[in-house]
Every structure is written in C-alpha cells, then in structure tokens.
C-alpha cells in the first residue's frame, strides 16, 4: 500500500485515520512520498462519473454522464456538490468522508426522468443546508418509481457550502452506448456587498 497510490489513495479515503503499522505515518502521508518507480496514476475504486463544467448566464452548467439511471442521479448529485474525483490524491483541501447523511425524496406520480432529477437534486440541496454538509461521494440506494433514496458521505462544517440553485435538469440515453447523460443549469447566489 505504501508504495501505490491506487492502493493508498482508496485507504486514505475510507479510513482517514490510516497508520503504516511500521513506522506509524497517516497513510495520507505517503501519498506525497511514493518512490518514483512506483509512482502510478491512481486508479478510481467507486464509480467515476464524467463530469464537466461551463459557465452558463447567472451560474454554472454541470454535464454528467453514468451507466445507468440510478447511477446518474448519484452523479448528478456529485456533481452539483462539487465533490473531489476519485481516487485523487489527499491535499489541504480534501473533504473526508466523515459523516453520512440519508436523503430521501418522494417522486410525484408520473413524473419524467428529468423531473425526478429535479426533485432529487433538490432533496440534496435541502439536506446539504439543513446538515451543514460539504459532500465527498453521494451514493443511491433505491431508485423506485415512488422514492429515491440514498446517503450522502462528507464532513459537517459549521456553514453549509454555497452551491446555488438547481433549476433546469435535462437528461437523455445515448442509444448507441446505452449511457444516461444530463445537463444540470444551477443559479449561482450574486456575491454580497
């Protein structure tokens, strides 16, 4: 593990905490020490969502893509939290999954992929305020017609990340790959004077 980063980086990120039992360094420490021929670019151990971002008029416009649909509402929501790639290496401003959150949100009957996202990202948004919460992974549990439900892993702080407001999801299947993609357009809050 000492020498790997896609061995270290994974540990770090679900034991934080993590000791070399022989000479007792935190294992985030050996990201910043492996030997050159071991040097390796680290390899994602949870699901790597293809994310990219563009500046869209009063915000930001996130893009996602994922396997499936379920997948794509855990992208979409890490993605709009701005959490940290996978298997990044540990630095000053990482978010160590610490504390979990449930989130849950009621579907309306009948309602469109586009709209579930809606309202799932929204569920996010009301747990991440109310929590305090700034999210490293954002997993879905149940993906039923009726409820969405799933965990959000991060760190409480004591005020919640500004992120601003989810307003427009549009998501599509890529018939050729079978992959699900969305564009998400949030409102970011006009700076205060």
Same mark, same amino acid.
């Given at each position: 593990v000492r020498t790997r980063n896609s061995a270290c980086g994974p540990l770090?990120?679900?034991?934080d905490e993590a000791r070399d039992p022989e000479d007792t360094r935190f294992a985030a420490e050996l990201l910043f020490e492996l030997p050159a021929p071991y040097l390796e670019r680290?390899?994602?151990?949870?699901?790597?969502?293809?994310?990219?971002?563009?500046?869209?008029?009063?915000g930001v416009g996130h893009s996602v893509t994922a396997r499936d649909a379920t997948d794509l509402l855990a992208a979409i929501a890490e993605a709009y939290t701005w959490a940290q790639r996978c298997a990044?290496?540990?630095?000053?401003k990482?978010?160590?999954?610490? *504390?979990? #959150?449930?989130?849950?949100?009621?579907?309306?009957?009948?309602? /469109? %992929?586009?709209?579930?996202?809606?309202?799932?990202l929204r569920a996010v948004q009301a747990v991440i305020v109310r929590e305090r919460l700034w999210v490293r992974r954002a997993v879905v549990l149940q993906?039923?017609? *009726?409820? #969405?439900?799933?965990?959000?892993?991060?760190?409480?702080?004591? /005020? %919640?990340p500004d992120l601003g407001d989810p307003r427009d999801?549009?998501?599509?299947?890529?018939?050729?790959?079978?992959?699900?993609?969305?564009?998400?357009?949030?409102?970011?809050?006009?700076?205060k004077p």
């Amino acid at each position: 593990v000492r020498t790997r980063n896609s061995a270290c980086g994974p540990l770090v990120e679900v034991a934080d905490e993590a000791r070399d039992p022989e000479d007792t360094r935190f294992a985030a420490e050996l990201l910043f020490e492996l030997p050159a021929p071991y040097l390796e670019r680290p390899q994602p151990f949870t699901p790597e969502f293809e994310t990219t971002r563009r500046r869209i008029p009063g915000g930001v416009g996130h893009s996602v893509t994922a396997r499936d649909a379920t997948d794509l509402l855990a992208a979409i929501a890490e993605a709009y939290t701005w959490a940290q790639r996978c298997a990044e290496p540990v630095g000053p401003k990482s978010i160590l999954p610490v *504390d979990i #959150v449930d989130v849950a949100a009621p579907m309306p009957p009948g309602s /469109t %992929p586009d709209q579930r996202a809606l309202v799932w990202l929204r569920a996010v948004q009301a747990v991440i305020v109310r929590e305090r919460l700034w999210v490293r992974r954002a997993v879905v549990l149940q993906d039923a017609t *009726d409820w #969405v439900r799933g965990v959000l892993f991060g760190r409480v702080h004591h /005020t %919640p990340p500004d992120l601003g407001d989810p307003r427009d999801v549009t998501t599509s299947v890529d018939p050729d790959s079978g992959h699900h993609a969305a564009e998400i357009g949030v409102i970011t809050t006009p700076a205060k004077p």
